[in-house]
């Protein structure tokens, strides 16, 4: 598995605009308690063991099948460490004031109550930065991964399957209303 991400991160690097960069990665087994394919931070992409190990499994026979689907994977964590999302990311979340960037009325006399509004502006503005980040990941990881020679299909099918887990994953918003400040 090593050689094979290797050999996928030198083809990335070479379609990317930072073909110098040292891109180290590790392989991480969790025993499953985490549920991630692969994730970066501000150096290092880090891929899953078993997600390594499903992939061999559901491209057995199909070599090519595996490294388009790695190259897609890949190349979005690559883009997250060339483009310093994860540095911007703590940066956001740790060093704004959000009165500097959100207008916040004190809606009520109640500091704490007002206190929760502010929280919740700023992370709605974390998250739409969070969001703007996986878009330009995914798009500059599909070109990287189809300049490295992945097929247009696989990339699709890829999108396909991470669309359908975010749709998985989301919270209802009438359960987030239920909690909201009264």
Excluded at 67 to 83: K, Y
Excluded at 159 to 171: G, S
């Amino acid at each position: 598995a090593e050689a094979r991400i290797r050999n996928v991160l030198d083809r990335l690097k070479q379609a990317s605009p930072y073909p110098e960069d040292a891109i180290p990665f590790k392989i991480l087994d969790t025993q499953g308690k985490y549920n991630f394919k692969a994730n970066a931070s501000t150096t290092t992409i880090y891929f899953q063991k078993g997600y390594l190990d499903l992939l061999a499994e559901e491209y057995k026979g199909d070599p090519k099948g595996m490294e388009d689907e790695l190259l897609a994977v890949a190349g979005h964590e690559m883009a997250h460490v060339q483009r310093d999302h994860v540095a911007k990311g703590a940066a956001l979340e740790k060093g704004i004031d959000i009165k500097d960037y959100v207008f916040v009325p004190d809606f009520h006399s109640d500091a704490e109550l007002n206190e929760q509004y502010a929280l919740l502006a700023r992370n709605v503005r974390v998250a739409d930065t969070i969001r703007s980040q996986e878009e330009e990941a995914d798009l500059l990881g599909s070109r990287y991964a189809l300049s490295a020679g992945a097929s247009p299909a696989a990339i699709k099918k890829l999108m396909d399957r991470l669309i359908a887990d975010e749709k998985d994953d989301r919270v209802p918003l009438t359960d987030i209303l239920k909690k909201r400040p009264q």
